[in-house]
């Protein structure tokens, strides 16, 4: 697994990736290319499951843009992960309406059943979790998201979130 | 029962497809606006509706819209602002998830009104299914030549495109989303000057919210004069409340603007009551930064007449006894729940999205957080209250952007209404890590005014 201080392992875009790039950069007009950073980011993280700094340095020049321009985005949006997570990210929504419905408990259960603490990754390297703000579903509370195409999984119960864990541990062994 | 304007449809099965939403007289608003009408005809439509910005800031949309800049040769962008993300509203997922070709429609009519040849619908990162469905549907719509040159030969051309953001509550400002959509963080911009006159890439922009835009079909469908007459007062058409926290029936309803707190909180048809059998406690009306009210304030104005669902009753009595409609985030707390603990829940959320760019509420919002967070640990003192009521007297109003009114205006009105319950977590201090204040007094009648 890398590490954050590993920031010399070169990072090489697929020819897929880069004309997934092509197609949101086509969305913006001329000129204005940095518009198009954000939904690049995205799908660098989907990728690699991460942001490296080689990686943002590559989409600096992909923009021709400066690298900082990069860094300072990266860093302001919540989504974007600065260093190496679990394959699979359990992103628990921790504000208001869903503690009014038990999240913090949904949230001591993961922390229980992984065995690691906020933003750490277990150690088979398949899973990492994090409370995170508002997801817009309240109606729908608890809820949890998992990257990259952030499905959600609603309603939680204690014994829903170990079907849901025990099935992507599954998935993975296969 | 209510008239549905945006979700008559919505339980139709593969009312998400172009060719259902169509069969049951989807785009015939297009067809209307494009063959028939004016952008100027539209503005005017739109203006004679009433209809009032449904993201929160309840702003005329018609008179937003003649606001525009026109100058020739610079290119106009209408903006879908669908980044939402206040606590207690997701009215604006479920329409992009089960109906999304209601907000294309609209954006198309909306566009052609506006004279913008490229739209964008910013989506909150985190709806990436969500984006999927739009992408879905916008490709079958310029399938089926609703969208991209030449639209059904009228010769309007109009691109539409999804941008998803990145996970910041501050991209639902207008500015700061600008920015975001321009490729940069999300720090709001001075005012002015304002979108209408340089938004996007400097030009003049106009940014709606994903209702807003949805309201724009019914409205050149039946007529501006139509939808005027759905609501009460200044309070027009109807309105998604998306109801959440300890209600029966948690979900997204449509109402006719003006019906009352009480029937939309127990009857059957809406949320269905309080889950558990338990009694209401206090209320969060419009998404977490409207002010919080304790149950007797929500059903009766401080004059003891039934609290009505519409912008003027929900803020009858100002910020003494009433609170504001907001983006329709509905969110019910039962007897059981800490006022103080769900204050500090809000705080901390509104100091995880500060951007940072003023010292008040990047400060101040820090502090409400930490003295909340040892008022709800057993370490608060009795100054405390009075602290935090100076803390977000000085953020409040002290901002480039409202978000540090927001993060005041729970804080200052959950003392307001509460204070006992906040004063007993000092005095009973190891009693309130084990137990909760409950329901207490908040749900008395109210006492008859005394008047002179």
């Known amino acids: 697994m890398l590490k954050v201080e590993d920031t010399s392992v070169p990072v090489e875009f697929s020819p897929e990736l880069l004309t997934q790039f092509a197609d949101v950069a086509s969305r913006y007009p001329k000129g204005k290319q940095k518009s198009a950073l954000l939904p690049i980011l995205h799908l660098v993280q989907a990728a690699f499951g991460w942001l490296s700094a080689p990686a943002m340095d590559k989409v600096a020049a992909y923009l021709n843009i400066q690298p900082i321009e990069v860094y300072e985005v990266a860093t302001f ?45 277990t150690p088979d390297g398949l899973f990492s979790w994090r409370g995170v703000e508002c997801l817009a579903a309240c109606g729908y509370a608890p809820v949890l998201q998992i990257g990259p195409e952030y499905t959600f999984y609603e309603n939680l119960t204690n014994d829903s979130v170990d079907a849901l864990i025990n099935g992507l541990k599954a998935k993975s062994n296969n | 029962m209510g008239r549905k304007l945006l979700l008559e449809h919505i339980n139709v099965p593969g009312i998400n497809t172009f060719a259902v939403y169509r069969s049951k007289g989807g785009y015939a608003a297009v067809e209307k606006a494009l063959k028939t009408l004016s952008p100027d005809e539209i503005v005017e439509e739109v203006k004679k509706s009433g209809l009032r910005g449904r993201g929160g800031a309840g702003f005329p949309t018609g ?11 610079t290119a106009r962008y209408l903006v879908c602002n669908a980044d939402e993300s206040e606590p207690g509203t997701f009215k604006d997922r479920y329409l992009m998830n089960y109906i999304p070709h209601l907000l294309i429609e609209g954006m198309i009519v909306s566009s052609f009104a506006l004279g913008a040849h490229v739209s964008y619908i910013y989506v909150r990162g985190e709806m990436m299914p969500q984006i999927r469905i739009l992408e879905k549907a916008i490709a079958e ?47 709001p911009r001075i005012k002015p000057p304002f979108p209408a006159i340089a938004g996007l890439y400097g030009c003049p922009t ?5 209702e807003s835009i949805a309201a724009v079909v019914p409205i050149i469908n039946d007529g501006g004069e139509e939808y005027s007459k759905i609501g ?27 019906l009352p707190a009480e029937e939309f909180l127990y009857s059957d048809e809406y949320c269905g009551g309080i889950a558990n059998g338990k009694r209401l406690k206090a209320v969060v009306a419009g998404g977490s930064s409207v002010p919080i009210l304790p ?7 401080i004059n003891n007449e039934p609290r009505l669902m519409s912008y003027e009753s929900l803020s009858d009595g100002g910020f003494v006894s009433g609170t504001m409609l907001g983006s329709g985030g509905f969110i019910a707390f039962d007897e059981d729940q800490c006022i103080v603990r769900n204050t500090w829940n809000f705080t901390r959320f509104y100091h995880h999205e500060s951007c940072g760019q003023c010292s008040p509420c990047r400060e101040g919002t820090g502090w409400m957080e930490k003295v909340l967070h040892r008022l709800e640990y057993g370490h608060g003192k009795m100054s405390d209250m009075d602290l935090l009521v100076d803390v977000s007297k000085k953020i409040e109003g002290n901002t480039i952007c409202p978000l540090g009114d927001a993060a005041a205006w729970p804080v200052a009105s959950a003392i307001r209404h509460f204070r006992d319950e906040f004063e007993w977590h000092v005095t009973n201090a190891s009693e309130a890590l084990s137990r909760n204040y409950g329901l207490a007094h908040y749900a008395d009648p109210l006492k008859k005014l005394e008047t002179a």
């Open chain 2, 206 to 210: 106009v940014v709606n919210n994903v």
């Open chain 2, 141 to 187: 719509a310029k399938n089926a030549g609703f969208l991209g040159k030449n639209i059904l030969g009228t010769g309007y051309d109009l691109e539409l495109y999804v941008h998803p953001g990145g996970g910041a509550y501050i991209c639902g400002e207008e500015t700061a989303l600008l920015e975001s959509l321009e490729g940069k963080r999300g720090n």
């Open chain 1, 77 to 121: 949006y919540s989504m974007y992960f600065l260093r190496p997570q679990g394959k699979y990210v359990l992103e628990v929504c921790r504000t208001g309406p869903c503690c009014l419905v038990g999240a913090e408990k949904i949230m001591d259960h993961i922390e229980q059943k992984l065995g690691v603490k906020e933003g750490e990754v």
């Open chain 2, 295 to 301: 149950a007797n304030l929500f059903l009766k104005t």
């Open chain 2, 63 to 73: 008179m937003k819209w003649s606001f525009l800049a026109k100058p020739e040769n």
């Open chain 2, 232 to 258: 009460i007062g200044r309070s027009t058409g109807t309105k998604l409340i998306s109801a959440g926290g300890n209600v029966k029936r948690p979900g997204v309803y449509e109402i006719d603007l003006g």
